[in-house]
């Protein structure tokens, strides 16, 4: 019941108050869109708070964003190691420098006399929740790595689930704590948006480049004179060190990037190409594609049918696994046991997602690379302390004649049904679809 709260209730609720929220500020209260800058109060750790704080979080959010909108591109993106490795760290550098910046956004608005006065409950509110989450965050990219490997096949397929109003609990209910927690914060902090002054991350502030000066002129004499002597008071020395910093930060995100989104880059200057280049984009393009229709196939395929050949039973191997995608649309992978028979397991690693390795080792056990658990094949139990606590579930199998009679059936958790004789090498072994996985 709580976790149908935090892991459905509260996402559904955060971002209707979001949407409705925000609109409502920008159409009823449009002045109050805003960040209520405090740089006439306080400047100096302004900067070291704020261009770190928004320069590190801006990479992180990119870095959460592409896995989800492009989840394909990414998998393949972060399939090869070293790129997989530089995602990390850039990740893991971006949250640092973000949480640098937002502790001194913090502490600033607690110890600077100045910002008291215009500092709201909310205010400190927002800037600790922001750096709680932050703080979660590096703990699960230290906790539980490579999250960019296993997040687009668990914690990315929940987020779609919710847009796209058929929400899977178990992709995030069996998470590890420190996930889970992620999780729900980033839903909290989605509903403090039109409450607090981060609505105004819905504004982007390009027009404030080529706006005139807006002076600040005080009404007090005595304020106007002390002002007129403090250091880089001329508006167009602080424009060049706006536009000076500006290009920093532009340049020190342009090389951040660069290693990740190359192949993003290659496609927006498409036109620069040689016909070469072009033939091997477009065939690229075409090859995605074909995955996609290949992939809506298997699902269509699997909605239709109650039985998913897989290979004929003289093709299975004892220690090789052959993948196939289950009826959930999940990785498994179908062996020969001891006795001839199919073992159909799920490939999806029940620790974070992943996919399992399909090479058995000398004692029958498969390896999730991710966070090292093996795998029993037979029982499906992974190692003693291992990553992961809970067994890959079975299968059920059925091995159908070329008349495609069903000689033999096992669903998972059930005994066999029907004669299993394992010299019936032309036999097709299919999985069948069934509610009871788990069992042997
Ligand atoms: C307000 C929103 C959020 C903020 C500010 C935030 C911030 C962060 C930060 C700073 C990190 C560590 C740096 C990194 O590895 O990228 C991180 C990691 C991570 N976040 Fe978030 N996050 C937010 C929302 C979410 C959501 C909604 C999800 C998924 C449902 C999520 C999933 C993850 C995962 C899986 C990692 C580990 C990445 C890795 O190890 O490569 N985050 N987040
Ligand atoms: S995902 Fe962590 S061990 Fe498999």
Known sequence: MLEAFLYVGLPYLALALLVVGTA????????????????????????WGSVPWHLGILVVLVGHLV??????????????????????AIGMAAGVMALAGIVVLLVRRVLVARL??????????????????????????????WGAAWAPGTLMRYLHGLFTLSPDLGLVSE???????????????????????????????????????????????????????????????????????????????????????DKVAR???????????????????????????????????????ELIPIAKLGELLPAAGKYFIDFEMRAALAFKGA??????????????????????????????????????????????????????????WALRGPDGKIVAQKPAGRALEGTFDPSLADHEVCVIRDTDRGAV
Request: one cysteine or more.
């Open 116 to 145: 008291q006065s215009v500092t709201t409950v909310v205010d400190l509110l927002v800037l600790a929740v922001l750096a709680a989450q932050v703080v979660l965050g590096l703990l699960v990219a230290v906790l539980h790595p």
């Open 339 to 396: 006795d001839g028979a199919p073992i159909l397991i799920s490939a999806k690693c029940t620790h974070l997602g992943c996919t399992v390795g399909s090479q058995a080792d000398e004692q029958g056990r498969i390896l999730c690379p991710c966070h090292v658990s093996y795998f029993d094949i037979k029982t499906g139990q992974p190692n003693e302390g291992a990553p992961a606590k809970t067994p890959l579930p079975h299968l059920g």
């Open 267 to 305: 496609f927006v200057k498409g036109d620069d190409m040689t016909k070469a280049e072009k033939e091997a984009l477009l065939s690229q393009k075409l090859e995605r594609l074909e995955q996609t229709a290949e992939q809506r196939a298997l699902e269509l395929e699997r909605m239709r049918k």
């Open 24 to 47: 409502y500020r920008f159409v009823f209260r449009p002045y109050s869109v805003t960040s209520l800058s405090s740089q006439v109060l306080e400047k100096r750790s302004l900067a």
């Open 67 to 88: 896995p989800f909108l492009v989840p394909g591109l990414w998998q393949a993106i972060v399939a090869s190691e070293p790129v997989l490795l530089a995602v990390e």
């Open 175 to 261: 998470m590890p704590p420190a996930v889970k927690a992620h999780v729900v914060l980033a839903f909290a902090l989605f509903a403090l948006v039109p409450f607090s002054r981060l609505v105004h991350a819905f504004v982007v502030p390009v027009g404030y480049l080529v706006r005139p000066f807006q002076r600040v002129v005080w009404a007090s004499a005595r304020r106007a004179e002390s002002v007129a002597v403090l250091p880089g008071g001329d508006p167009e020395e602080g424009r060049r060190g706006l536009m000076r910093g500006l290009a920093g930060v532009g340049g020190a995100a342009a090389l951040m990037a660069v290693g990740v989104f």
